[in-house]
């Protein structure tokens, strides 16, 4: 069997395990009714609001020149709202106190500007490098 092939089942085998276990964690919750209303929102954020959002975007980004820089932008301010949103929007103090010992709004704005601003100095520095090649040909 080839490196892919085992690699391949590999990985089939352990979804299958993470499957099991997942199931196994559900059916062993104390509340495995709030957990399936829980997923079932989780379903119709994604497939309501989430999928046609990123389709929207998708469709806005395809006559861009600079389309891939715009990905990588969007890639990064979606992770990174992604992994901090959860911690903004819970209701009530936190478990743990030190989950949120800073103000989590202010510094996701601080980096979602920073994403914004390092991404159009790429924008412009490609720019300004493919003029210069352009008139590097012209003069030649």
Do not use: C, K
């Not at 309501?48 to 600079?66: D, K």
């Amino acid at each position: 069997m080839r490196t892919a092939g085992v690699l391949r089942y590999g990985l089939g085998a352990s979804g299958i395990a993470l499957m099991g276990l997942g199931a196994w964690l559900v059916v062993t919750e104390p509340d495995p009714l709030g957990v399936f209303v829980w997923l079932a929102g989780a379903l119709v954020l994604h497939d309501g609001i989430l999928a046609p959002l990123v389709f929207a975007v998708g469709l806005l980004l395809v006559a861009r020149r600079r389309r891939g820089l715009l990905r990588g932008a969007l890639l990064v301010a979606g992770s990174v709202v992604l992994v901090t949103l959860p911690l903004l929007v819970r209701p009530g103090e936190p478990p743990n106190p030190s989950a949120l010992p800073l103000p989590y709004g202010r510094n996701l704005a601080i980096v979602l500007a920073a994403v914004v601003v390092v991404t159009g100095v790429l924008i412009a520095v490609r720019r300004w490098r493919e003029r210069r090649q352009a008139r590097a040909a012209a003069d030649d």
